[in-house]
């Protein structure tokens, strides 16, 4: 039928009182899909461990109907340690997101950056200068992520500097991640060097990005900053729609450009460094959750809610599958991500210069 | 004061110098009359688009100040001014795989609240925008796969659903053929007449300026040297001294408009 002056609607918007949106079923779907993959996989994960737990005792379990012994591998030790997985999933993606977005980069994350290697320099630099192995534990839980969130706020605004005068086109935000990363990298290896044996070792053991023997003292600080960053993203999430048209458009559509992007990048930075002082730096799950979502949605950017899914579900993933394949000798989970992480960026380099190479 | 004294868009001692360098404007006073069609014409370099980036708060000046009916533009909120006024710089650059659709939609962002983001009266508008535009049909299409033509209009359409009182066009023309470089500024026009928005856009092309605008004003080296209805701005003597340029001016029999034949350039340039 071919009725002329028929108006089909062009977009299919859903209200609730005043609050409205537009309805982009495909999107809702994929993001609906990665959070049950998410739950599926956490439950999965609760189970598997030197003592093996079917699904639905782990359910039975969080539902406050396992015995004793259940209860305490599901709730004592496990789910510490897989929401703690989570939250640094879900900090890094949408860290990412944000980064991504906010510079009209495909390239732009936080790891790529050098921003996590800002963190790790601030973190190793308390855990080995800040006293030693008998150092109290207290100074170590508010210094560690605090001098995280210092050494990544000082490698940002390095980036910034640098490409302030290189451009934030193609691949040269890159190349100054990889002098950036050089720089603080180098700084952890002198770190490292200079440290008493003990605070060495175990600064090591946080330079690998794992979740070994994490717990609720790791996962508070990310859950709380994911709450932080929440309430104020909530309102400005949709300006990262006008972002991505560029600053020109944006400002004349209404956007103050400069302070919505310090904020968005200010988030970005906070999320970034409370997940590496949490779990260690855990490469690639800021650059991937995005693409994976925003190719998967087919929108012409990552939604965060969408990405934040996405990061969970490989960090919980991952963490599962360094544990398991070779126990018991547990890899650290980021050694997994990056496995997977690697090709995924030569992948998405070389999808990049196709496009850009016109 | 009557409603016709009323001044729109007006910049005041307006200069603006990159890097201590040279100045780009030099101390430039313009009255924008509201309801009318300006184009801003000069040679390259001559300081147009940053007139028009000054104008249109995209551009800090050095000194001096634009106002919006009275107001320095700088001092408004950025939103409540992106309902006023809307710019359309040169050749913007949509993401890949963004709809036409959803390019028009975000003109509406000044007008909508975070948790309002898609009311009836956005779809409304959006829908007329595309068909004043002429791309209802490409709505659903990608902005990258349009050609030359329709991709403006469809910029020109997120501008339309904007809408805005006063609408700054950086070079709306740019790389289209002739039979495209009408379809756009007959869309201009139309904005113009029909949608009473007042319209200032930089343009190379001398006779399409001279045809559709109600008042041109020449630029050389960051001065206005001429400023005036097409007739009197679009004269040989002006154009050799804005573009070293020696030309005929004739009278186009279709538009009763000046049309520039092109003669010799005068003096030496390299």
Known sequence: ?358 | MTSAEILELQAQNVSVTFGGGEPALRSVDVTIRPGEITAIVGPNGSGKSTLLRAMGRLLRPTDGAVLLDGVDILKRPTRELARDLGILPQSPIAPEGLTVVDLVSRGRDPHRRWFDQWAASDEDIVNLALEKTGMLELAHARVDDLSGGQRQRAWIAMALAQETRVLLLDEPTTYLDVAHQLDVLELIQRMNTVDRATIVMVLHDLSMAARYSDRIIALSDGEIVADGTPQEVITPAVLATVFDLGATVILDPLTRRPHVLPGRRLGAHW
């Not at chain 1, 809702?28 to 189970?47: F, Y």
């Not at chain 1, 890159?174 to 175990?202: C, E, H, Q, Y």
């Open chain 1, 1 to 358: 039928m071919t009725a002329t002056g028929e108006i089909r609607p062009l977009q299919r918007s859903v209200r609730i009182g005043r609050v409205s949106a537009i309805w982009r079923p495909r999107a809702v779907a994929v993001a609906a899909s990665a959070v049950l993959l998410t739950l599926a996989i956490s439950i999965l994960a609760l189970g598997i461990g030197d003592f093996i737990m079917t699904p639905d005792r782990v359910v039975a379990t969080l539902l406050g109907q396992g015995n004793a012994s259940e209860q305490l591998i599901v709730l004592t030790v496990r789910l510490p340690r897989i929401l703690t997985g989570i939250a640094a999933g879900i900090a890094l993606a949408v860290a990412g997101a944000i980064m991504q977005t906010t510079a009209r980069n495909a390239l732009a994350s936080p790891d790529l950056l050098g921003v996590t290697a800002g963190a790790s320099a601030g973190a190793v630099a308390v855990i080995t200068l800040g006293g030693t192995a008998s150092a109290s534990g207290f100074l170590r839980e508010v210094g560690v992520p605090t001098a995280a969130m210092l050494g990544a706020l000082l490698a940002t605004v390095l980036v910034l500097v640098i490409t302030g005068r290189t451009g934030l086109s193609g691949i040269q935000p890159l190349l100054v991640g990889i002098g950036v990363s050089a720089f603080f990298t180098g700084a952890v290896s002198w770190f490292l060097i200079s440290a008493p044996i003990k605070d060495a070792a175990r600064a090591n053991v946080w330079l690998t990005g794992s979740l070994n023997q994490r717990s609720w003292p790791e996962f508070w600080p990310i859950a709380l900053s994911i709450l932080v960053a929440a309430v104020v993203l909530v309102p400005l999430a949709h300006r990262l729609d006008s972002f991505q048209l560029g600053n020109d458009i944006a400002r004349s559509t209404g956007v103050p450009v400069a302070r919505t992007a310090i904020v968005l990048i200010g988030i970005s930075v906070l999320l970034t460094a409370v997940s590496a002082a949490a779990v260690g730096p855990l490469g690639f799950v800021a650059l991937m959750a995005p693409h994976v979502i925003r190719m998967a949605s087919g929108t012409t950017r990552a939604s965060l809610f969408g990405a934040a899914a996405v990061g969970a579900f490989v960090v919980v993933a991952s963490d599962l599958v360094a544990r398991t394949v070779l126990a018991p000798i547990q890899l650290p989970a980021g050694a997994v991500i990056a496995i997977i992480g690697g090709p995924f960026l030569v992948w998405l380099l070389i999808s990049q210069r196709r496009k850009t190479s016109l």
